[in-house]
Structure formats: C-alpha cells, structure tokens
C-alpha cells in the first residue's frame, strides 16, 4: 500500500487542477492571478455564499481591487471558475487552496485577540470527507502558528486506505490596492512543508506552480511553523512602524515639528528605509491588528509575557491616535458635534480599496455618533449596504433605537455631504479629494469651516484651503495658528470591534 500511495504521488506531482474554498480578498485575486499566469492549469473557486459567487461571475465582482476585472474576464469560463459546488472541486482537484475567513475571537477563551479557527477547521474536515487519493492542501488564510498542524491532525484521525492528503502553508503577502501587482511580481512567495520525502515532494510541486512566472530565488522554502510564523511578523513588523510614526506625529502636533519632514529624513536612512512611515489617523484592514493580537496571544500562551505587552503596545498607539484625531475633531467643534453636520469622506480602509475591514473610519464614525453627529459619508468604492452594516455592528450602534438609521446619510459624492456642513473628515485618501472644488465646498458650509485631514492628502493645498476660510487640521503638524478657542474634554473611551458588545440591538 505504502508503494501505491508512493507512485501516485510521483504521479500527481504536477499539479493540474486547483481548488480553491474561500472566494474572499485572498482566495478571488490569488486564483484569478494563477490562472492568468498558467493558462493549463484548471482553478475552481468555490464558496458557500451564493452571492457572492454570482458576484465573481458578472460584470461587477464582489471586491474593487485595480486591474481585476481586466484578469477575471480574460480567464473566466476558459481555465477560472466560480462555483458553490464545494464537494466536486475538492474531488477533482489536485492541490486544494484554503482561503477562508478567520477572524479574531469575540467569545471564548482567547476573546479578543486569538484567531477563530472554525471555518479552517470545517474546511478540514471537509475536504477528509469527501476526498481520494492524493491531494496538497494548502493554507493561505492568515492562521496562527501551528493550525498546520491541526489540519493534519483532523485528516489523520480519519484516514482512508486510498487517501495521502499533505498539508503546506502558503501565506498570502499581497496589499490591496495593489494585489494583483503584488501577485504578479511578488518580493518572495513562502511555502512551508513537512521536513519528510512526502512533504518536500508537495512543496516542490507547488513551486512548480510559482515558478510559471516567479524567479526561483525568491522562491522561499521552510517548514510549516516558520511559513505560518513569518506571516505574524511581518504584518506585525508593518504595523510597528505605523505606530511609531503615529506617536511622533503626538510629539510633532505639541512641538511645532512637521511629521513629513521628520518621516523624511528618518526614511532617507538606507538601514530605516522610507515604506511604511507615512502618519495617519490609524492603520486598518484585515490583516494588521489581527496578526498582532495573534502574535500576543501566542506569546502569552508560551509564557513569554514581556514580549506579548511589547506588541500590544502597537495595538495600543493605533487605538490613541484613533481617540486623539477624534477628541480633536469633538473639541474643535466648540466641545459638541450634538445636531451638527459632519461630511465624512472615505470609508475604505485605505484607497484603491473597497474593504472596510478594521477600517478607521468606523472607529471615528463611532466616536461622533456617540456625540450626536449627523454623519454624511461618501466613498466611490464602498457600498451602501456595506457602510450601514459596519455602523450597525452592536459595538457601534448600542441604542435598541437605530442609531445608525437616524443619524447617518450615505451620499452620492463629496458635494452632496458637504453641502451645508459644520465639518469635513476625511479618512481614506482616495485622490479624487484633492481634485475638490473646495472654494465652491467652502461656500456652501456653515462658518466656520473645518477640514480634518486624517490622511494628510491635503498637504498641497493647506495655504489655498486657509486663504478661502477654512480652519486646517491634519496629523502631525500645526497649521493653524490662532485657533477658534476650545474648552478641552474628557478622554474618548476605548472600544474594540472585537470584543463583544455590551448589549444586543434591534437592527
């Protein structure tokens, strides 16, 4: 038997058809991508939300991500599919991509910060289930160290005289709004196996696959715990330098230093490097404060708690710059934004996006909701519906009245939600706001005016936007001299999308 299983191995190892569960953020670009890239091979996305499957198979994909479209239509229907036909993709296929959601933990032991497993682990038992044969699974979700090693243990509880299932992890580094370029030029594609013959023989068949347009050298081969790891750090690693910028803009804003200036030069050092030092009103995403309090949970677990209380600390800044450009907007307003018009502009995590996972926007839209705001956002990429759900979760509205209903107003564009506004907010730095006609905006506001630029995607037009009547607030750095006086407030309170809620509402 050990010989069959040995052959068919030898036989599969090119890989022909791929199956992918999960047609999320990573799973829809990651496929579509390959298969761009390797015409012969056959990919099948599936997924158990109909809509969105639909979605993938129309003219209007589910997620907004720069050149996807364009990729989507020249493979789809010839060598990329979309289907909710889980069981069939899982037999027919020969490697088996596992991009499913997970989420940090709002319940349980872990609440908070551990990664919720469920959906990877049903995916597990799935595929056992109804597989044969020889199969590669591959994890590509954003999972904690060591859930490999779960997976394997789900298939060798239930093992088949007929079945060799390896399992590999494959993190996914792609950035959206750029992941099709990401994916098509990577910095390094990570694959980790098992160190046995029967591992490494999987690892060598999935870099086949990369190596249809991937330089072999930056090809990067380890064992499981190091491929799950490295993806913890690293994300850990690019929201450690966000929040180090953000807690000097702290210091440039009570200084009279300018932040820019300083992220410049610190970056102009060849050692620092010039990425990722770019001050904001806070990071967001999927990925970022997940993998940190990934990583502090798993460094609490091993008992290394002077390392988990270093990388809370990240977690930590990007709260307080969230509470300070919020506190700032509140006491500017005369200590009230009760009644008052807010335009909100951008609900994306960042641009070229329309993912609003984590995004800041929601944390800012919280706080001035809480103060009895009127918020009338716009964003060109974020949905509607999207918008209203994120402003429903029960950490945000928790009146049983609708909160979200009654005081918040999605517009159409930028005119329209700063048409007889006390302020502007603006959140996401899409490009299109530079292009404003603020003079015409300025006119049609109450006096006076405020522009909070939470994404210093302004910075040109500072001097032109005073010269019209605007008081100019931005991050790290003092702009207007003689503000209109303020009286100071408390402290904005904490909260976090993923605890759970105090009490439920009726949405």
């Known amino acids: 038997m050990e010989q069959q299983l040995r052959n068919l191995t ?26 761009h890239m390797c015409p012969e091979i056959r990919i099948t996305v ?5 809509a969105r499957i639909e979605a993938w198979n129309s003219n209007t994909l589910p997620i907004y991500e720069p050149g996807l479209k364009e990729v989507v239509e020249l493979c789809r229907g010839k060598n990329l599919f979309f289907s909710t036909d889980i069981d069939k993709a899982i037999q027919e296929s020969d490697l088996i991509f596992i991009s499913v959601n997970t989420p940090t933990k709002v319940y349980g032991m872990g609440k908070g910060r551990a990664a919720d497993l469920k959906h990877i682990e049903s995916c597990a038992r799935r ?78 068949a999935l870099c086949a696959v990369y190596e249809h347009w991937v ?19 690293s994300n850990a690693f690019l929201a450690q330098r966000i929040s180090s910028i953000n807690s000097i803009s702290a210091l440039c804003e009570a200084t009279g230093a300018d932040v820019e200036d300083v992220a410049c030069a610190v970056g102009m050092d060849h050692r620092i490097g010039s990425k990722f030092l770019k001050a904001s009103v806070g990071f967001g995403g999927s990925c970022f404060q997940k993998d940190v309090l990934n990583l502090v949970y798993l460094c609490e677990a091993l008992n290394l708690p002077e390392v988990a209380q270093y990388w809370q600390q990240v977690i930590d800044m990007n709260d ?28 994306a995590f960042k641009k070229d996006t329309g993912d609003t996972r984590e995004s800041s926007s929601i944390y800012i839209s919280k706080y001035l909701l809480d103060e009895g705001a ?83 995607v302004l910075d040109e037009l500072h001097p032109k936007l005073q010269k019209l009547g605007f008081q100019v607030e931005t991050i790290g750095k003092k702009i207007t001299v003689q503000r209109i006086p303020f009286t100071p407030t408390a402290e904005v309170p904490k909260f976090s999308l993923q605890e759970p809620p105090l009490k439920k509402v009726k949405l």
């Not at 519906?385 to 999605?410: M, W, Y």
């Open 10 to 35: 030898e036989a599969m190892f090119e890989i022909k058809k791929i199956c992918c569960i999960g047609a999320g953020y990573v799973g829809g670009p990651t496929c579509s991508v390959i298969a």
């Open 46 to 50: 599936v997924d158990v939300n109909q």
């Open 127 to 204: 595929i056992v289930a109804v597989s044969n044969g020889y199969k590669i699974v591959t994890e590509k979700s954003t999972v904690p160290v060591r859930a490999a090693e779960s997976i394997r243990r789900i298939f060798q509880s239930n093992i088949k005289p007929d079945l060799n299932l390896q399992v590999l992890s494959n993190p996914e580094f792609l950035a959206e709004g750029t992941a099709v370029n990401d994916l098509k030029n990577p910095d390094r594609v990570l694959i980790g196996g098992d160190d046995t013959p029967e591992g490494q023989e999987a690892v060598q």
């Open 215 to 233: 330089p072999k050298n930056k090809i990067i081969t380890t064992n499981t715990w190091s491929s799950e790891l490295s993806k913890l750090v």
């Open 320 to 347: 307080y710059q969230r509470r300070r450009f919020a506190s700032r907007i509140i006491d500017c307003l005369f200590n009230t934004a009760t009644d008052k018009k807010i335009a909100l502009l951008g609900f």
């Open 374 to 456: 009127n918020l009338h956002i716009f964003d060109p990429k974020v949905r509607k519906e999207q918008i209203i759900c994120d402003l429903s979760h029960p950490s945000i509205s928790q009146e049983a009245s609708g909160q979200a209903s009654r005081l918040v107003t999605i517009c159409n564009d930028a005119y329209e939600a700063c048409d007889r506004a006390h302020a502007i907010v603006i959140c996401t730095e899409w490009d299109e706001f530079k292009l404003l006609d603020y003079e015409l905006i300025h006119k049609n506001m109450l006096k006076p005016a405020f522009i909070f630029d939470g994404r210093r």
